[in-house]
């Protein structure tokens, strides 16, 4: 189908260059990837389902009371002064890894 119509819009530029940092590993142009989100709104009646993401109770501080909190924030500064830290880069890459191998299993 010709593409002849032309939309113009503002959006967030940090969203907005996170999307074209996906879609460029994708191999998609941005103009395709809004012609696919489109097309999904039209197939399907809306653009995706919208959720909250579910984060584990032990991550969700909008669920713990305040001592909860406190009490993780302070382990959080004991293991940070007692070098019980890693490079995020670090633990990632190994996070990466172990995904690889079991995926290989």
Do not use: W
Not at 64 to 71: G, L, P, Y
């Amino acid at each position: 189908m010709e593409k002849t119509a032309t939309l113009n819009l503002r959006v967030n530029p940090i969203a907005k260059q996170r999307a074209e940092n996906v879609l460029k590993q994708l191999g998609i142009p941005m103009s395709t990837a809004i012609d696919m989100y489109f097309n999904q709104i039209a197939l399907v009646g809306g653009p995706f389902p919208i959720t909250l993401p579910k984060a584990t109770l032990s991550a969700d501080a909008d669920r713990m009371t305040d001592a909860e909190v406190v009490e993780k924030l302070s382990r959080g500064i004991e293991d940070t002064d007692a070098g019980r830290t890693r490079r995020a880069a670090d633990a990632f890459r190994e996070h990466r890894s172990r995904r690889a191998e079991r995926k290989m299993k």
